[in-house]
C-alpha cells in the first residue's frame, strides 16, 4: 500500500504519461495527415490542462491509458481512426444503425473505431465529441439528437481540423462549413408520402370527405425525423378540411412511452380514425394500447396505423395487416459514411447533403423473404 503523501506524485507521473502518450499519438497523426493538425502553444496548453484535468478525475485510470495505446497501435499500423457519437439505443432502427457502424468500421477494413451511446441526451454527445476532439481522432461521425446547439463544439473540431461527418438527423448551424458532409433520410418527403397514401386510402374507401380525427405520436421534439413527419402530416391536415389532429402527443420514438400516452389518449376519447406513429416503436406501443382498449386496428380494424422506419418488425406487423402502412426509413449507413471518407482520404470532395432513396410499404408488397432479405 503506498503512503498516503505519494498519491501527488503518483497522480503527477500518471499525468505525465498520459500527456506523453496523447503528445505521441497527436505527432503521429499530424504526420499522417502531412500537417492537418497544426497545433498551437495556446492548443497544447489547452491539451495539457485537459488531460491533466481528465487524469485527475478518472484517478489516471487503465481506461484512459488503455485507449491511448491502442490508439497508438492503431496509428503505428496505419488504421484510420472514425469516431461516432450514436443518440441512444431508443429503437430498433437505431440498433440497426448503430451496428452498421460496427460491422463497416472494423480493424480487418482498416479502422479504429470508437463509440459512444449519448443515451437521448445532448450533452453527452457534446461531451463524446470534445474527447474525441482531445484524442485527435481522424474523423468525427455524429448523429445529433437534436437539430440545434451543436455551433460550438463543431467549432472546435474545426479548429482542430477534424472533419465531422453528420448522419441520419441533420444539424441546424449559422455556419454550413462546421461539417463536411451529410447522409440521411429526407423526413420530409416522408411525411409527405404518408400523406398522399392516406388520401388515396380513404378515396378507396370511399371515406374522403368523411370527418378524420388523427392521433399524432410524435417522436423526440427538435430531432430532424420529428421535425419532418411532423410537417408531412401538418401540411397534409392543412390541406384537407375534413381531417383532425385530435391530440399530439410525446412517444419519444419508443414502444413504452408511446404505450403510455396513447393509452391515456385512450382514456379521453375513443374517437380515432387514425394514428400517425412516428417510428415503429411507437407503432408498437400504440398496438398495445389499443388492445388493452379493445379497439380494433389495421386493414381490418377501426383504426387506421402509419408507421416508420420499416425495420423488420414493423414490416412484419405490417404485412399480418396490423400495420396499414410503413414508411420506409433506412439505418444501413455505415457503407455511405464509409464511401464519404474515402473520398476525404483520397483528396476528393464529398457531396455535402446526400439523401438516401426510400420507399414505402403496404401489406399486399410483403413476403417473408423481401422482409429476411432487406437486413434490419
Ligand atoms: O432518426 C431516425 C429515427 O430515430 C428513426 O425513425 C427512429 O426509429 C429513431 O429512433
Redesign the pocket.
Known amino acids: 500500500m503506498l503512503p498516503l503523501w505519494s498519491a501527488p506524485v503518483f497522480s503527477f507521473r500518471c499525468c505525465f504519461e498520459l500527456l506523453q502518450k496523447n503528445k505521441k499519438v497527436q505527432v503521429s497523426r499530424m504526420r499522417r495527415k502531412q500537417g492537418r493538425n497544426k497545433g498551437t502553444g495556446m492548443k497544447f496548453a489547452a491539451l495539457f490542462f485537459s488531460v491533466l484535468l481528465t487524469a485527475a478525475l478518472s484517478g489516471c485510470g487503465r481506461k484512459s491509458l488503455t485507449g491511448l495505446e491502442s490508439e497508438e497501435a492503431a496509428e503505428e499500423e496505419g488504421r484510420i481512426a472514425v469516431a461516432f457519437s450514436e443518440?441512444?439505443a431508443?429503437?430498433?432502427?437505431?440498433v440497426a444503425?448503430s451496428e452498421s457502424m460496427r460491422a463497416t468500421f472494423t480493424e480487418e477494413n482498416g479502422y479504429e473505431f470508437y463509440f459512444e451511446d449519448a443515451k437521448g441526451k445532448q450533452e453527452n454527445q457534446i461531451a463524446a465529441l470534445r474527447n474525441y476532439i482531445l484524442q485527435g481522432v481522424d474523423y468525427i461521425v455524429l448523429?445529433p439528437v437534436v437539430e440545434t446547439g451543436w455551433d460550438e463544439v463543431l467549432q472546435e473540431a474545426k479548429d482542430a481540423e477534424i472533419p465531422v461527418i453528420v448522419v441520419?438527423?441533420m444539424v441546424d448551424v449559422e455556419d454550413e462549413t462546421l461539417y463536411t458532409a451529410w447522409v440521411?433520410?429526407d423526413?420530409k418527403k416522408e411525411g409527405d408520402t404518408a400523406v398522399e397514401w392516406l388520401e388515396q386510402y380513404l378515396e378507396e374507401q370511399g371515406r374522403a370527405s368523411e370527418k378524420i380525427s388523427i392521433l399524432h405520436v410524435m417522436?423526440?421534439l427538435d430531432?430532424?425525423?420529428?421535425l419532418g413527419?411532423t410537417a408531412g402530416l401538418e401540411d397534409g391536415v392543412a390541406e384537407h378540411d375534413n381531417w383532425e389532429i385530435v391530440d399530439q402527443v410525446l412517444g419519444e420514438?419508443?414502444q413504452a412511452k408511446a404505450y403510455e400516452v396513447v393509452s391515456e389518449v385512450l382514456e379521453r376519447t375513443q374517437d380515432i380514425d387514425v394514428i400517425y406513429c412516428?417510428?415503429?416503436?411507437?407503432a408498437f406501443g400504440a398496438i398495445q394500447a389499443l388492445e388493452e382498449a379493445g379497439i380494433t386496428y389495421g386493414t381490418d380494424g377501426d383504426v387506421i396505423l402509419i408507421s416508420?422506419?420499416s425495420?423488420e418488425a414493423g414490416l412484419t406487423a405490417c404485412m399480418e395487416g396490423k400495420i396499414n402502412l410503413n414508411v420506409e426509413?433506412n439505418?444501413m449507413h455505415g457503407p455511405r459514411v464509409e464511401k464519404i471518407i474515402l473520398q476525404l482520404e483520397a483528396g476528393e470532395t464529398p457531396e455535402k447533403e446526400y439523401y438516401v432513396e426510400e420507399t414505402c410499404f403496404t401489406p399486399e408488397m410483403l413476403t417473408e423473404e423481401l422482409i429476411a432479405s432487406r437486413g434490419y
Open positions: 443518440v441512444g431508443e429503437s430498433d432502427w437505431r444503425n448523429d441520419d438527423r440521411g433520410s423526413f417522436g423526440t430531432a430532424s425525423a420529428q413527419r420514438f419508443t412516428e417510428n415503429d416503436d411507437s416508420f422506419d425495420t426509413c439505418p
